[in-house]
């Protein structure tokens, strides 16, 4: 039987969900393991050294963060040319993972923080969008007409905390953040990322994932 490389994910999980993004645009195929995050399996501890998803062991070697994961896959096969990006690009997946993601862990998760300001925290996280919202100004995309890895790498975490208070986020003065969101979440690509599995068990019959034909529908 062909051998995969396997992909330990967590369905809601943004940085999974940026990995599942990557290996679905590459049009690659993995086997899937879905886990719960509360009674994670021995085999994916034994995966991943920060026991975080997600986690993708290859034949030679195990990516455990989602931005590896993704730069991997379109390294391989890139048909929509997201790695074409201006550096700028890299600089907003940091800002993301670093401060803007700090900043919506503490509003999204409080009761954690009870020495921080979630209000403040809120003002934080929403001064990195209202830079993506100028930016998207007059565009579909953050450089441009078409998608770039900045916005797959970016966009499972606005979903995050636009979730967090949807009434609220609605609100803002965000129409083109928005816009973006909701192109995304409305996309044939969303759809294929997030189909609902069973937890993984040892002994399961494997769950293949990604391999999509048509690109040109995708986002």
């Known amino acids: 039987m062909l051998q995969y490389p396997t992909l330990w994910s967590f369905r809601r999980c943004p940085y ?13 195929k993995v ?12 085999a994916f501890l034994e995966t991943s050294p920060s026991a975080t998803v997600p ?10 963060e989602s931005l590896d994961i993704m730069v991997w896959a379109l390294r391989q096969n890139d048909p929509l040319a997201l790695l ?3 550096d700028d690009g890299w600089d907003l997946i940091q800002a993301n993972d670093g ?29 990195y969008l209202v830079a993506l919202e100028e930016r998207l100004q007059g565009q579909m ?18 979903r995050q905390f636009a979730n967090i208070d949807r009434a609220w986020f609605d609100v803002q003065d965000w129409s083109s953040l928005r816009a973006w969101l909701d192109r995304f979440t409305d996309s044939v690509m969303f759809a294929q990322i997030m189909p609902k599995f069973p937890p993984w068990s040892q002994g399961d019959a494997p769950v293949l994932f ?10």
């Open 16 to 28: 999974a969900m940026r990995a599942r993004l990557g290996i679905l645009s590459a049009g690659l």
């Open 31 to 42: 086997e899937l393991r879905e886990i719960i995050l509360r009674a994670k399996p021995e």
């Open 55 to 64: 986690a993708l062991r290859l034949s030679d070697q195990v990516l455990d």
């Open 84 to 86: 074409d990006m201006p």
């Open 99 to 127: 401060p803007y993601k700090a900043a919506l862990d503490h509003t999204k998760y409080a009761t954690r923080y009870p020495d921080l300001d979630h209000v403040a925290e809120r003002a934080v996280a929403s001064a």
């Open 141 to 158: 995309w953050l450089f441009g007409e078409q998608p770039k890895l900045a916005d797959l790498a970016i966009l499972p975490f606005v």
């Open 210 to 219: 990604g391999d999509v034909a048509d690109h040109s529908q995708s986002v």
